[in-house]
């Protein structure tokens, strides 16, 4: 499959076992694709869910020499003071909620949806959520930071999802995006929603990728926030 910008492939999709009521939208990390992930949640399905896993554009990353790779918006560093890709960030958004809107005309509404996402898929899930005038069922953010976050009012938020449940997730040995940035988003999430609804959990040993236990976690949130409606 030759993808360019314009044309990337199918997301990766877990269908549901029987008629989908709910859908839970995950991104990937930089350089990744959606079938690790949708294998991931495939592992920890329930039935009445369908699992969307899009695949980033292709695009040139200047924090790895400009090499071409799939990504959802440019990183120029992974400092909390690097410059950001502010344009990048908001386009990116604005394709996760068209992602959102063809669910909705599938029949599932928006807040039957979860997004959720790792590294910087993680934190286009935050920001997305954040800015999105649909109302969602929560986000899952795993080893990941909030993006654009001086572009956020001083407070809290007073759109639709200012008290959506967020489950955050960071391994505490993690040398890409160190748990520090975990640690300061989950301040800033809890002074932005309802600080009731925001849960952050880490893992000791884990390093930039997930575990077991962290899956389990995802699992049960999803189950609380997503339950069967027949």
Known sequence: ???????????????A???????????????????GWSEALAGIKSPHVKYICPHAPVMPVSLNMNMAMPSWFD?????????????????????????????????????????????QGGALSLYTALTTHQKLAGVVALSCWLPLRASFPQGPISGVNKDIA??????????????????????????????ANVTFRTYSGMMHSSCVEEMTDVKQFIDKHLPPVD
Do not use: W, Y
């Open 1 to 15: 499959m030759c993808g360019n910008n314009m044309s990337a492939p199918l997301p990766a999709i877990v269908p």
């Open 17 to 35: 076992a029987r008629k989908a009521t709910a859908a839970v939208i995950f991104l990937h990390g930089l350089g990744d694709t959606g079938h």
């Open 166 to 195: 967020v489950l955050q997730c960071h391994g505490d040995c993690d040398p890409l995006v160190p748990l520090m940035f975990g640690s300061l988003t989950v301040e800033k999430l809890k002074s932005m929603i309802n600080p």
């Open 75 to 119: 990183i120029i560093g992974l400092s909390p003071d690097s410059q950001e890709d502010e344009a990048g960030i908001k386009q990116a958004a604005e394709n996760v909620k068209a992602l959102i809107d063809q669910e909705v005309k599938n029949g599932i509404p928006s807040n039957r949806i979860i997004l959720g996402g790792f590294s």
